[in-house]
């Protein structure tokens, strides 16, 4: 099957998939040369086999709430690749959670996990359960139910699960907890736990610093410096928050933060102090970013997003089409010159073809928040050798991986005219390695 039929192939047979069908055109709108330059991958039907995930895991989850209640959700896991490595990719907890977000993320991941440079295949597990003003006791019970099904799936060589929005460390701790009950090892079958049991240190910060290390790869490009330049940030979560802190360490001010209720403007920029409140509020109080607003006597704007601020540079890290484009022109209009997606598909292609089209500096997610995966990769191997590595450690490995992977988007996405469409670049050299690694291994 040709790239462009296999498109309308997976909107005929997997209809009302809207997000997986975007993240799928995107990569094989951008593969389609690599592709025809090897006429072996389409004798094997190499798309459609890459772009159907090998096999999904779907299952009732039952617990009891707080008042004696008895609850269901879905919980699922899509096991999109393996060619390159175990099943490897986060857990979401959301009520927007479905499968064909959890398809689009497996699919993304199997890309993005190729670029870190580390053997580790594309997955995504998730359910709809909402952790929004859930007791600790309610997340704990939830996390048990869902690793009583999930625990027969996965395994340190098989399938390593770990954060995503909604799942942190604590869920992670749970999970773990659970799945060692069950399973009866001690393997590390997760990422991101606690230090005291096998976690990397480094992990709660890779996806920010990592998305903040490309970014500064971008810049270089271009000999611009971060210092004082002024950021747009969306979402307050662990993705966001780490991309602030490394952000405010190196001079830039950071203007915006968000979440699902609103956002909020601080036109001194968010410091260090402000900063921890964030992190006090959003971790353990599990409060709403608009108290910043009211602490700090700033702008909150409810129900909207921050990208009619004024910046220099966008970091979307909150969810999947939070800039359309609208923002997009918007962000433009104001004079954005870079954005760097700490989120998984976050722009919409609208908003992809107008960054392009304006030739900014536009790194997709599947290359800028890969740090978060490949610290994830470090951990599994600090597992498998029973050993810890240093922060300084971890993290100079961090920069180098970000490092890697933006050295990968300039050998496949510098155009003749010069500019780098770090889109097609994320794009053709995870898709060739993931590609060769399938050929290698036989029609499966
Ligand atoms: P968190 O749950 O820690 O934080 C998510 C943040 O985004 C919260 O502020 C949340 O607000 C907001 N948010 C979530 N959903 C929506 C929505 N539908 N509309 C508006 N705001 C929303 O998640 P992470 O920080 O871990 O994840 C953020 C993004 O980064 C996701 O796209 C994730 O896939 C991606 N990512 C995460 C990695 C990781 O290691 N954790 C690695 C790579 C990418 P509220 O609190 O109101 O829900
Ligand atoms: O989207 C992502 O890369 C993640 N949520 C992290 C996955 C992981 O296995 O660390």
């Known amino acids: 099957m040709k790239a462009n039929e296999v498109l309308d192939m997976l909107k005929r047979r997997f209809p009302n998939e809207p997000e997986y069908h975007q993240a799928v055109s995107e990569v094989l709108g951008t593969i389609e040369e690599v592709y025809n330059e090897h006429p072996e991958f389409e004798k094997s039907n190499l798309i459609e086999r890459l772009c159907i995930p090998d096999r999904i895991f779907s299952f009732r989850v039952t617990w009891v709430d707080d008042k004696g209640q008895v609850q269901t959700n879905m919980g699922y896991r899509v096991q999109h690749n393996n060619a390159i490595g175990p099943y490897k990719g986060g857990i979401r907890f959301h009520a927007s959670v479905n499968l064909s977000i959890l398809k689009f993320l497996a699919f993304e991941q199997t890309f993005k996990n190729s670029l870190t440079t580390l053997p580790m295949g594309g997955a995504k597990g998730g359910s709809d359960f909402s952790p929004r003003g ?169 129900g909207a997003r921050p990208w009619g601020e004024k910046c220099d540079i966008a970091m979307p890290s909150a969810t999947q089409n939070e800039i359309n484009g609208d923002d997009a022109r918007a962000l433009l209009a104001n004079g954005c010159f870079a954005v760097s997606e700490g989120a998984n598909m976050p722009s919409t292609p609208e908003a992809i073809d107008e960054f392009l089209k304006a030739r900014i500096l536009y790194a997709p997610g599947k290359a800028a928040n890969a740090g978060g995966v490949s610290v994830s990769g470090l951990e599994m191997t600090q597992n498998a050798q029973k050993l810890s590595w240093s922060a300084e450690e971890v993290d100079q490995k961090l920069k180098d991986i970000m490092a890697n992977i933006h050295e990968q988007c300039l050998k496949y996405g510098t155009q003749e005219d010069g500019y780098v469409n770090y889109v097609k670049g994320a794009n053709v050299a995870g898709f060739m390695k993931v590609a060769k690694a399938m050929m290698a291994q036989g029609i499966l």
């Open 134 to 302: 859930k007791s600790n006791a309610e997340i704990m019970r939830f996390c048990q139910a869902f690793v009583t099904e999930l625990w027969r799936h996965i395994g340190p060589d098989t399938d390593v699960p770990a954060g995503d929005i909604g799942v942190g460390g604590r869920e992670v701790g749970y999970m773990y907890g659970m799945y060692k009950k069950l399973a009866r090892e001690n393997t590390g079958t997760f990422t991101g736990k606690g230090i005291e049991f096998g976690g990397s240190l480094i992990r709660p910060e890779a996806t920010g610093y990592g998305n903040v290390y490309f970014l500064l790869q971008m810049l270089k490009t271009k000999g611009i410096d971060i210092k004082d330049k002024v950021v747009t940030v969306s979402g307050s979560g662990n993705v966001a928050q780490y991309t602030v802190e490394k952000l405010i360490t190196l001079g830039a001010k950071v203007v915006t933060m968000s979440d699902s209720d609103g956002y909020i403007y601080d036109p001194d920029g968010i410091d260090r102090e402000k900063l921890d409140y964030i992190m006090e509020l959003k971790n353990l109080y599990r409060g709403r970013i608009r108290e910043y607003a009211e602490k700090y006597g700033v702008k909150y704007v409810p």
